[in-house]
């Protein structure tokens, strides 16, 4: 009897085992599909059932997604020619096979919704390896707590956010569970099958770094972990392991650089020119550190005292207890390979300046990883004290330390105790936390606390990221969208944008991004928005004039002068009442008015009988690098624009732009076209606003001084160049003495 009843509970755990896999996957799919429904049914509730993104950068991706459908991939509106600025590069040829199936106008948020919502389910399926030992058949502890990492992952309001956006986040922790995966498959193989399983997962670092750049850190870790697990396990493998893993990533960086320099004239991407301050040539170096320790600072609390709690001394939670899983040797190696993930990422991301916007959406991968070791952690702490599952006391001590450094940094400064008393305080508790958690009943107690504080104190969180995903909604759409689709009846031919998404993909309209992220054929407008509009105004005279925009779609709060000086009449305004994310109250759109453009080509004062040879056309990249045009950064060349009465012809308005030289720095430029040992002349424009000594030197020797006198008017001065100074090609400095700053317009030489 004993024998029977013994053989049908057998049968009954074989059978459970073989079901529970299914039983996870429903799980995960549950928690899934609860998650989307919060966000997509709170979005369609606020807009009356039409579907939105949060984000205008949405409806970037779908830009380029239309065209790739239409046949121009890696180009924003189809006949702009190449554009490196959609950082993802991925993404968009899968939005495209949406766009093919029918999914067209607002119903491709649909599909990138399925697409979230399937590679969400994908990263849960792939996750749950993380909790099951890399040899031998789990044990019940092993599937029980697996079942955290759902709720866990998607218990955070910002990181859901993010995921049911419709940007990329999504489909790049897809790619990571693949890579996940192969790093699994290789940190196990047979020594003859290494060389394959590094190549895959080669092949998936590649796909990863080609969906964000910055996963490079995130290949690098996925390849160094599986080194030291095999250098442990196999000799002579690891070494050519990691450098198979490593390649693909690296080739494939390497390689859209260079494609990016034949195409558009810079290595790197129009999106991090605008967005990293190493590119700003005005910034100082301490300038960019200090920009880089705030950013890092910024992700650090603004996630830790933000968004994992609604009090900030609690956000310390699912940080404590990510590192827990690093606690125990079963969880030891999974736990590390996660966070060491969430530091390179963290690291890497910080040079970004955009990361404190758009809901901290840069820095969700990280969020997800960490969420991940925190559920790892879970499980690290409930385990026995049997071999590999003994915990380390020193990590409990160091929990319970910085448990009270982080309570003591929340209050207010006058209730907070003295240094002393703090650290003592931090001691004592790190001692008692380390007892405690010896014993094994209150390391779960312990981990069901910290569970059910981070849930209880991310639940108005989590209430409040799902208003805040309808109402950015609901504004994109009627701001954005409406605009688009005013424009689309208008019959306007090309649109000028300082926003690329939803205002050309609604219109259906060709566009022009002055900010520089859409591309026009090889035209740096992202480098030309880091100068100033100066030098965008500049780059649109190389239009002709049936490419340039005759429609304005602006923040006029952005964009200064710009529809007062180019704009002939406004068109229309679309507000965003309630506005949480766009980027003004309204959009208003202008009728543009270039008339002006060109105006200030031509010098006004060449010496009778003398041609032009060559001229420079300060503040235009175009011409600057054309000539090998430098100036002193930091501390000079910004760009400034002015319209002044024609000195030709004072009925007559002129338009040039130029760069400030401030005391004491200096410009260079190469001109040529010149007959060698021939006298020339050298014309310089300006409008000077202060009193400013200028010298000029040819090919270094010192030939004149120009005194500058303020007025409001265009100034051309002449500078003689003897025969024997002229080469046909002459190097030109002018530098300014001051007492004032001085403003170079343009350049000519005349012979």
Sequence with gaps: MESSVEQRLARWTERAVAIEPTIYALWAAACTLSSARMFYGYMLKQTRGEWSAPLDDVFIHFDYARATAEGHPFEWIAGNGYSSGNTSLTYPFVLALGYLAGFHGQRLMLWAAIVAATCVFGVLLAGRALFMPRSGRPGPLDRCTSYLLPPVLLGVGALDWSLWSGMEVSFFLATWALAFLAYLALVEAPRADVPRRAWTLGGCGLLLVMTRPEAITTIAVFGVGAGILLRQRLRGVALGAVLRAGTPGALGVAGQALINRVLTGEWTASGAIVKLAVYNPFLSRDDKIQDYLFNLKYQIFRNVEYHFADVPAFGIL??????????????????????????????????NGQVRWQNERYTMPAVAWLLMAAALGASALVRRNGRDERPLPVLFFAAGALAVQAVVASLAPELRPTTTIAWTMSL???VVTAALLSFWPARIASACALLVLAYVHQAPNLRGQKWFFGRASRNILEQHVTAGRFLKKSGARRVLVGDAGALIYASERRGLDIIGLGGFRS???????????????????HLPPADRPDVFAIYPSWWGILPTWFAGEEIARFPAEGNVICGGYEDVLYRADWHLLGSGENARSIPLGLRVRDSVDIADLLSEADHDYHFNAPVSGWTDMKILPDPADERSDMLDGGRMLRPGSSERMRLGGLDPGRGAWLVVRSAPAGRADVVVRVAGKDLATLHWTPGERWVEENVE?????????IDVELANRGPSEFVDFHVWVAE
């Design 721 to 729: 160049i003897p025969g024997a100074s002229v080469t046909s090609d």
């Design 318 to 351: 699912l940080p404590t207890l990510a590192l827990a899983s690093v606690a125990v040797k079963r969880t030891r190696a999974f736990g590390l390979l996660l966070l060491a993930q969430v530091a390179g990422w963290t690291l890497l991301v910080a040079l």
């Design 523 to 541: 035209l740096p407008f992202a480098r030309a928005g880091i100068m100033g509009l100066s030098s965008t105004i500049e780059l649109l005279e």
């Design 428 to 430: 004592v508790a790190g």
